[in-house]
């Protein structure tokens, strides 16, 4: 599940890091978004939706995407 | 007046709360995997660090045991206040509208702040937390706006952490639930600068005499 801030909500810490970087010499990034991502194994992939939505995210103030990896 | 105050593991401020509420009544913790609230008055969420703030503040918190009661206690009318980490697990509870996001400039904010009140009475009350910007969609805020939800706003210059409309306090929408980030436990005594800690203490069991 990777989960990160919504668009028009302020997210310091990507300011921070977009902030940093010039100093370390790269130019010309924008827009930085900091999340975060969630690894899990499950018997029941249908409910993970559910999931994010009810702890793993906070839908007010967070959009999530989930991916699927057969078999891993 | 029998208030409970929930202790969840990394909760830090019961003690203050045990404190400021034996000033206007009697006070008991409830350890948060009690289901039973055991005929309390009044509930206080405290402020602190529940369980170690994993994920987001308060939203691990909202499944205890302890919380479940309390959503039926505050459906019933039951008077609530939520503290700081209190205020965040009552948002994530959904007993409150709203989120509290990271302070604007990522810093631990802690010192004496001044509140303005529905009526606009300044009280004196310290902040002291790292996620406290309260945040919500336009459309909400113009909503709590205009039913008086919005209980406390930090005074002009005031707001420490960025929240939207220098909102620091809001209500449910029945107005027994009350929530904020500021710390009235901590302003109980003129030994520590200010007693306007009291008079939000003293409100909420206003609420139920």
Redesign the interface.
Known sequence: MLIRPKEG??D??GK?VERALPALGFEGIEHVRVGRMVELEADDPERLAELCEK??A?P??EDFEIETIDGA | MLWGVLQFPGSCDERDALHACRLSGEARLVWHEERDLGGVDAVVVPGGFSYGDY??AG??AR?SPAMEAVAEFAAGGGPVLGICNGFQVLC?AGLLP??L??????RFVCRQVELLDEVGERLSIPVKHGEG?Y???DSMLDEIEARGQVAFRYAPGQNPN?SARNIAGVTNEAGNVLGLMPHPEHAVDPLTGSTDGLRIFEAVTGSTA
């Open positions: 909500i302020l310091p810490q921070a702890l793993l906070n007010l103030i | 994920l987001r939203a691990i499944f994530e709203g989120a996001l990271v302070n604007d400039d990522l910007r945040w919500a969609p960025g």
